[in-house]
């Protein structure tokens, strides 16, 4: 959601806030104005660990050190204001990447040292979450949030911004991670997720891949069996045409989500659903949500694209809320390799 030139006016009392992200491989600094109005989102992607098949954490932290002070500066040029002006800086502080987590965080905690204003740390995941609330500003809670991403499945409910609890998450391989993985099986590269999803439109989803968890009645996720199901397909059927393969797999992957997510909201009785996460930018599986949301009486949000992959706009807006409800975090908060919602 861009501002328009007369949302840019700066106004005496308007808030902006600097947002970092870091916890993977995108460097992104973003300006947020007010708590959902995006005055700049700048992400730089790290191409080099296409040449790995996937993240080299130590080689993600080298390139997060390169790229953060020309990100930064490339976000204020953008908004259109310079240091004086930011009222605060929010930077990802779990879950992620240390080294990569370890450039960031205190890059942000130094900014608001010198710059003489408050810092807020913010977990990754509740960043995804308040990307929902930049596209849909009057969004309010309870709602349901299923987190999409390539480190992480989560099914939430959010009680109220900042407070969740969570109804299941995955038990071992990321919904992302699965796509990666199989996209990979299939010579496709990394990250293998988009190019995985259009080899799938020109293939016919005939192969009987399992459904994880179909017969359980838990709402937690599980991704591992299904990638390995492939694996030992492609083994046996070397002959197996590519795009019927990922269109299998991408309907077996689809359909273990849209389960979990119709059985929470029969569970919980909310009939809002917020997904996002860079899965959420899945055509296939924004098309199923929809007629799923007709189908069982449910009001469906999803991000655009740009919002769904790691962005720093979703982490000022988290950063935003967390400084009125709970003040600015100590100087001393430690990045953190892994921390949950809920």
């Not at 309010?140 to 900042?162: D, K, M, Q, Y």
């Not at 109804?167 to 099986?185: I, P």
């Not at 192969?207 to 709402?219: A, C, E, K, T």
């Not at 002959?239 to 273990?256: G, L, M, N, W």
Request: charged share 20%; hydrophobic share 45%.
């Amino acid at each position: 959601m861009n501002s328009s030139a007369a949302d840019s006016a700066v106004r005496p009392h308007d808030r902006f806030c600097l947002g970092i992200e870091t916890s993977c491989d995108e460097t992104a600094a973003s300006v947020v104005k007010d708590r959902t109005i995006v005055l700049s989102n700048i992400v730089s992607s790290q191409l080099i660990h296409s040449q790995y098949g996937g993240v080299v954490p130590e080689l993600a932290a080298r390139a997060h050190a390169r790229l953060i002070v020309p990100v930064i500066l490339a976000a204020l040029e953008s908004a259109g204001i310079n240091w004086s002006q930011i009222s605060c800086i929010a930077a990802t502080h779990s879950p992620g990447l240390l080294g990569a987590l370890l450039t960031g965080l205190p890059f942000a905690k130094a900014l608001s040292y010198s710059l003489d204003i408050p810092f807020v740390g913010v977990n990754h995941l509740e960043g995804h979450i308040f990307a929902l609330r930049l596209e849909h500003p009057n969004l309010s809670p309870p709602f349901l949030a299923a987190i999409l991403s390539g480190g992480h499945t989560e099914l939430l409910v959010v009680e109220e911004w900042c407070s969740y609890r969570e109804l299941g998450s995955t038990l071992d391989d990321a919904c992302g991670e699965a796509f990666d993985k199989v996209a990979k099986l299939l010579g496709l590269g990394y990250p293998g997720g988009a190019s995985l999803e259009n080899l799938a439109r020109k293939g016919k989803p005939g192969i009987p891949f399992p459904v994880p968890l179909q017969d359980s009645g838990s709402l937690d996720f599980s991704f591992s069996g299904l990638k390995t199901a492939v694996l030992y397909y492609l083994q046996d059927h070397p002959k197996a045409r590519p795009e019927d393969v990922a269109a299998s797999f991408q309907e077996s992957a689809i359909t273990a989500v849209t389960n979990r997510i119709v059985r929470a909201v029969k569970t919980t009785g909310l009939h809002t659903v917020g997904v996002t996460g860079g899965v959420a930018a899945n055509r296939r599986l924004r098309d199923r949500l929809k007629l799923l949301a007709e189908k069982h009486d449910f009001r469906l949000l999803v991000p655009c694209p740009e919002y769904c992959t790691d962005n720093a706009a979703m982490i000022a807006a988290a950063g935003i809320e967390r400084l009125d409800r709970f003040g600015p975090s100590p100087l001393n908060l430690p990045a953190l390799a892994r921390a949950r919602l809920g």
